[in-house]
């Protein structure tokens, strides 16, 4: 993956979570409906908070570590 994202705070691995539990393999597509929906609202903010919780869906579905391990 060539961009960790970013976390503002804990919620969004809850929502991931919650997005992963509801939608399975789709939840990485409701994410960017969710942040497409806030974009057309023009509320930037959420827009890039659910592109984050997408990216971070992808990332929790690897079966590797992934960047650097201690």
Known sequence: MDMMPY??????ITDANELIALFGELAGSEAAARADRSR???DHVHFCRWRQIERLIVLMSVGRAVGTVH
Do not use: H, S, V
Not at 7 to 12: A, I, K, N, S, T
């Open 40 to 42: 057309d609202l023009g």
């Open 7 to 12: 976390l503002g705070d804990r919620r969004e």
